[in-house]
């Protein structure tokens, strides 16, 4: 998943990077609630994990402008406190779940897990496209029989694209979805990771199950409606 971790504590920040990275999610940071605010309004994420005291613009004012933006992104409140009243105040304003600090990244992970396995936010655990199958939940990715080995970069790239299977994908909605903000846009990084993928899922002259569409972008799909979407005989 993409994760927007809103939190101005650097040691926290840390401790939730490390935490997150580590089951293979994409992290991006902000520093304070005006630069929260605008990433989680601008910009597509899987789950917000947002700080209650913030520079510049607490968590309450940042989760309400979220809600008024039409954002259903799933929203974990972060704070040093336990009163009732606080924790009454973020859920009115569209919180999905509130952990108090200090908190185990193990609770972080469980919590994460559960708001984004809600009906409005499920998350499809299994991903199969021809005879490619990803299984988000044990982090496996096969074709046929064999076990494919991709980086982790890879992997959240395959996920996005079986997850929008006979979708073309522009390189700008790889690089919100795959990429964080800072990623030089210029450079050839969605490409050579293309590429890469392709070597590895079509192994021993397999069918090619991404197909480049001139002028739009990628799509991933079966071989037969790879070739009804780019026209190729």
Known sequence: MKILVVEDDPATA??????????????????????????ARNY????????YSLPKKDGLAVCEEVRHAGKLTPII????TDDVPIK?????????DYVTKPFSIEELRARLKAITRRPAHVQ???????DLVLDADKQT?????KLIRPTRKEYNLMQYMMSNAGIVLSRAMIM???????TDTLSNTVEAHIRNLRKKINE???PDLIANVPGRGYVMDTPENLKKITGIK
């Not at 597509?44 to 700080?51: H, K, M, P, R, T």
């Not at 990715?141 to 029989?145: D, F, K, M, S």
């Open 124 to 130: 499809q655990p299994v991903f199969k496209v021809a």
């Open 14 to 39: 840390d401790v939730v990077k490390v935490g997150l990275m580590s089951d293979g999610h994409i992290t991006e940071f902000a520093r304070d609630g005006m630069e929260g605010s605008f990433l």
């Open 176 to 182: 919100e979805h795959v990429w964080t903000a800072d």
């Open 77 to 80: 409140f972060l704070s040093v």
């Open 88 to 96: 009454v105040a973020a859920f009115k304003r569209g919180a999905d």
């Open 204 to 206: 021993k002259d397999k």
């Open 44 to 51: 597509e994420y899987e789950a917000i994990i947002l700080d």
């Open 141 to 145: 990715v096969y074709r046929g029989n």
